[in-house]
């Protein structure tokens, strides 16, 4: 066919495969700034994260009454998520019992049913969840064996550094039997 036969309605060959090529071209051009934005945006998240676990403040020796009578003391440190940092935060509680003149016992007060915190009832000597009535013993092991929790309350690592009770603090996954550190 020669040129001057040709239709001028019907597209040309070379004219489809320019823009073909141009809106390919172009697509991976957008792509590299749009991957470079996802990229910084979730930098926070593929970063090592120190994991949790390290000796935290919680009270002095001194506040911790009777031997044998635990009580509730709020765990409050500075806390970072992918994108904030918030300075002395509450990040949870434990209960803190001596359980003779030199050792002290820390148990989390989250229960391992639900993540309810458990209330220490004196008169029964007992901690009580209030979500689905899960009893413990006060060294933390479940009293009852209807008791819907899993396991007993998680004991926490205690240091005494000075007169100064430290905690090695930590959530623990809740609905499982295990002890599984939650991230």
Known sequence: MCPAQRDPKSPERRGFFKEALSVLIGGVI????????ITVFF?????NKAKGGGAIRVASLSALRDIGVPQKFPVISSRVDAWNKYPQTPIGA????KTDDKTIKALNVACPHAGCFVDYNADRNTYLCPCHNSSFALDGTVRDPKS????ALDELKVEVRDGEIFVHFQNFRA??????PEA
């Open 43 to 47: 930098d926070p998240l593929r970063r």
């Open 94 to 97: 434990v209960y803190l019992m």
């Open 30 to 37: 957008s792509l590299v700034p749009v991957a470079a934005g």
């Open 148 to 151: 819907p929790s899993p396991r």
């Open 175 to 180: 609905g499982v039997a295990e002890k599984i």
